[in-house]
């Protein structure tokens, strides 16, 4: 999980942030006086940042300081406070303060930086410059949404972010964007038991942004409470390049996995949303979709079932080079299957209501 800093150096809602802070746990909160470090628990770390880089005489409970200033004077600072932690504060507007700023990724134990320019060449730029030294880099941003971003440069991204909320709600939002990272689902076996064509139908290939794995795709089922793995289409194809960003997933009607335990149907998916990528050992992944293409073809049902008995089904089109993965990641082209193929599955425990998990009575057939 990345770290989150939470700035009330400026904001007038000091008290209420702070408690909504305390309670979504966030990693530190920054201040500009010890004071208003004083009634922090010793769970959350205390980061003072003080005005021009001053340090005061009364450190308090502080555990972490931050100067605003050359290494000079983050030297000066070690030695006025040999207990504490010291990092700097570097903002970024030219090429001489990006040196600055490398510099301080690579030598510093805490580095807090603040881009002017909006893109993140010169994020990019650090977090090589840093690579393999042992200090944190914490990126201040504006909202919500750079945070997110942030913490995807370059794939590790920065190590934390520096956020001054201007709302109650705030805080919830920029730890639920640092806990991103999408739990690991335990795949099942199942069985194939009848491969069935259903005449026509419009199916969905879901374009991604992102480069999939051999291994990797899309959970994609008729009904909620099971789904086979559709694989990427990474796979040399005789006629056509491959497409490592496409799954061509089956018939619009159908469900699959998106962030937060949800589901979606295919027909829902357009520029923009998000999906679960999943991999042969239940390693998964949100990506973005880049466009959904659904097109009339062929279809054809396959009927599964787990080692428990649950039904599994799920509809693609009738095409040799649409593929599934098998256990082991083996790849397995869907007119090739027959009674007995064994392939891999997700198997939700819930029902579904517009997309959420929900403990009800429903039948899918």
Same mark, same amino acid.
């Given at each position: 999980m990345k770290l989150c800093w939470l700035d009330i150096r400026k904001t007038d809602l000091r008290e209420a942030v702070v408690e909504e802070a305390l309670h979504q746990r966030v990693d530190a909160i920054v201040a500009e006086d010890p004071a208003h470090l004083e009634a922090l628990p010793p769970t959350v770390t205390k980061v003072l940042l003080p005005k021009g880089g001053e340090l005061p005489i009364d450190l308090g409970l502080t555990d972490i300081v931050?100067?605003?200033?050359?290494?000079?004077? @983050?030297?000066?600072?070690?030695?006025?406070?040999?207990?504490?932690?010291?990092?700097?504060?570097? *903002?970024?507007?030219?090429?001489?303060?990006?040196?600055?700023?490398?510099?301080?990724?690579?030598?510093?134990?805490?580095?807090?930086?603040?881009?002017r320019d909006p893109t !993140? %060449?010169?994020?990019?730029?650090?977090?090589?410059?840093?690579?393999?030294?042992?200090?944190? %880099?914490?990126?201040?941003?504006?909202?919500?949404?750079?945070? *997110? %971003?942030?913490?995807?440069?370059?794939?590790?991204?920065?190590?934390?972010?520096?956020?001054?909320? /201007?709302? @109650?709600?705030?805080?919830?939002?920029?730890?639920?964007?640092?806990? !991103?990272?999408?739990?690991?689902?335990?795949?099942? *076996?199942?069985? @194939?038991?009848?491969?069935?064509?259903?005449?026509?139908?419009?199916?969905?290939?879901?374009?991604?942004? /992102?480069h999939l794995r051999q291994d990797e795709g899309i959970l @994609?089922?008729?009904?909620?409470?099971?789904? %086979?793995?559709?694989?990427? *289409? &990474?796979?040399?194809?005789?006629?056509?390049? &491959?497409r490592p960003f496409r799954v061509n997933a089956g018939a619009l009607h159908s469900y699959t996995l998106s962030g937060d335990g949800r589901t979606n149907y295919l027909s829902e998916l357009h520029s923009g949303s998000k999906v679960l990528a999943v991999d042969a050992q239940g390693h998964t992944r949100l990506v973005t979709v880049g466009r959904v293409k659904i097109e009339t073809r062929p279809m054809l049902s396959i009927d599964a079932v787990a080692p428990s008995g649950q039904l599994v089904n799920l509809i693609v089109q009738d095409d040799w080079h649409v593929r599934v993965l098998g256990p082991r990641g083996v790849v397995l082209n869907v007119t090739e299957l027959r009674p007995g193929s064994k392939v891999l599955g997700f198997l939700p425990a819930e029902q579904r209501h517009v997309g959420y998990p929900i403990a009800e009575f429903c039948i899918e057939r």
């Open positions: 931050i100067i605003d200033g050359d290494s000079a004077a @983050v030297a000066a600072a070690r030695r006025v406070a040999p207990d504490l932690e010291v990092g700097r504060f570097v *903002e970024i507007v030219d090429a001489p303060s990006l040196e600055e700023a490398c510099q301080s990724a690579r030598d510093e134990r805490w580095s807090l930086l603040r881009f !993140k %060449i010169p994020l990019e730029i650090v977090l090589a410059a840093a690579d393999k030294s042992k200090g944190s %880099i914490i990126t201040a941003v504006a909202d919500v949404e750079e945070a *997110e %971003i942030v913490f995807g440069v370059l794939e590790q991204g920065s190590d934390g972010v520096m956020f001054a909320p /201007s709302a @109650v709600g705030d805080a919830t939002a920029l730890v639920a964007a640092a806990q !991103k990272e999408q739990p690991d689902l335990e795949l099942v *076996e199942l069985e @194939v038991r009848e491969i069935r064509h259903v005449g026509m139908g419009e199916r969905a290939c879901v374009d991604t942004c /992102s @994609v089922g008729s009904h909620s409470t099971g789904m %086979i793995l559709g694989c990427s *289409e &990474t796979h040399p194809l005789p006629y056509m390049p &491959t």
